[in-house]
């Protein structure tokens, strides 16, 4: 079993619906969870940051964590064409200094 | 300022050639990464400097050489790669040696012919 999984997609979702992405993991011992976008041939852009349990609300995103179900999730709500991208889920420990990636989820938000 | 700048943004090299990645940041983390990733991949860490020494290498072939000349700029210098090292190559910076929120350069694309 890997560290963490996240579907792949890809994800099509016409404009102004809500998307849900999530990962789970195995590691007990995380405690920072972040989600990143990345637009195609760019960098990962940092787009929420959670530390240890409970909700982040940051506009339109949503960011939640249950780690007794090891499981985070990214809310969007009124996706947007802009939306389009690759959403990477990381986490690490409280000594690591490695995030561990999912694979990422593609989404494509249509207009 | 949360920029990453790396220099150049894309590259095309010969297995015989000697090249070198920039990354810079003046941001005042201490903790400064190069990632690699493939297309439709996740990152992949490579190296890391923690206060300007390198704390992590993630057994990376030593065609692959980081430089930290000072805590703002990171070097990846490159000789005699492989095709198969053409990707994606990302430098990163974190506050310090917990690297929880980590901020990404845009990258520098690498063909290797």
């Known amino acids: 079993q890997k560290e963490v999984e996240q579907d792949p997609g890809p994800l099509s979702v016409p404009e102004g619906a809500i998307v849900s992405l999530n990962c789970t993991y195995s590691n007990s011992a995380f405690q920072y969870f972040m989600w990143y976008r990345q637009y195609s041939r760019k960098g990962p852009e940092l787009l929420m940051y959670t530390y240890s349990s409970g909700n982040k609300e940051d506009g339109r995103f949503t960011a939640q964590v249950d780690k007794s179900s090891k499981y985070i999730s990214l809310f969007i709500r009124d996706s947007q064409p802009s939306d389009s991208a690759t959403y990477l889920c990381a986490m690490t420990d409280q000594a690591g200094t490695a995030l561990i990636f999912g694979k990422g989820t593609t989404l494509s938000v249509s207009s | 300022d949360t920029e990453v700048t790396q220099t150049p943004k894309h590259l095309v090299m010969g297995m015989t050639n000697k090249k070198s990645l920039k990354c810079e940041q003046h941001?005042?983390?201490?903790?400064m990464y190069w990632y690699k990733q493939k297309a439709k991949k996740p990152p992949e860490l490579m190296f890391v400097?923690?206060?300007?020494?390198?704390?992590i290498n993630e057994s990376v072939p030593s065609r692959f050489s980081p430089e930290c000349p000072n805590s703002s700029l990171l070097n990846l210098h490159l000789h005699a790669l492989q095709p198969e090292d053409s990707a994606l190559y990302l430098c990163?910076?974190?506050?310090?040696?917990?690297?929880?929120?980590?901020?990404f350069g845009s990258g520098t694309q690498l063909s290797v012919l």
């Open positions: 400097y923690s206060y300007e020494k390198l704390s």
């Open positions: 941001m005042g983390h201490r903790a």
């Open positions: 990163a910076s974190s506050q310090g040696r917990d690297g929880e929120k980590l901020f």
